[in-house]
């Protein structure tokens, strides 16, 4: 007599199989089933803290290397400002993937990089503002400091970095350069409001309470 097969549960996107391919495809069923829960789990781990870091690092080194060293466009006095600001993202993202789990590394990562999103975007707006006026009025002179720029907390990037932070481009002429049909101004404008409105939802996930009923580990990282 043969015995009788237990029966098997379907295979669903979360869990078809196991390693990093079944973690992809089980992301849409994360996030719809348990958006806050899942988005708290996944701050209780350093890739998403690496991830928001170094996508920072990476916006400073292509500003430097294609726009400042390929195509010979200098820095203007709001340009380098930005640049501090992905900075403070990079800083902050670090921070938080020294210990993901602990509130003393967490929080402060989150409001450090929340901060570099804020006034990069304030930044941002400034340049942009001078661009739209430079466009509407071509004898329009814009009051731009080239050679030193103050920087937040007295920081001497432009010593330390000259290369990266010393400014010597006119506000509202190389900013003008459009790259994919936009000018670098509306890219920025957009990145950085990518920045903000992810560092919100991270920092509303974080007050959260663990959901009811969730597994140990399910919803605050634990083990």
């Keep these: 007599m043969q015995k ?13 199989g196991s390693g990093p391919a079944a973690g992809l495809l089980g992301l849409p069923d994360a996030l719809f089933g348990d958006f806050w829960g899942t988005l708290k789990l996944w701050q209780d781990g350093r890739g998403l803290w690496l991830c928001g870091g170094l996508s920072a690092l990476a916006l400073e080194l292509f500003s430097y ?42 929080l402060p990562g ?23 006026a430079a466009q509407m009025d071509p004898d329009y002179l814009p009051v731009c400091r080239s050679g030193r720029v103050s920087f937040p907390l ?19 002429v190389e900013s003008l350069y459009e790259f994919w049909g936009m000018t670098m101004p509306q890219w920025l404008l957009m990145i950085f409001l990518v920045y903000a409105a992810g560092l919100c939802l991270m920092g509303i996930s974080a007050a959260l309470p663990r959901r009811a009923g969730a597994a140990p580990g399910e919803g605050d990282g634990s083990p």
């Design 4 to 16: 009788p097969t237990e029966p098997t549960e379907p295979a669903g996107p979360g869990r078809a």
């Design 65 to 106: 290397l294609y726009f400042q060293r390929h195509l010979k466009l200098s820095p203007c006095e709001y340009c380098v400002l930005i640049r501090f600001a992905m900075l403070m993202i990079l800083a902050g993202g670090l921070l938080g993937a020294v210990l993901p789990k602990s509130p003393a590394c967490k």
């Design 110 to 132: 989150l409001a450090l990089s929340l901060a570099g999103s804020v006034m990069g975007l304030r930044w941002t707006i400034v340049l942009e503002g001078i661009n739209l």
């Design 154 to 172: 007295g920081i001497p990037l432009d010593r330390l970095l000259p290369g990266h932070f010393t400014p010597g481009g006119s506000c509202g």
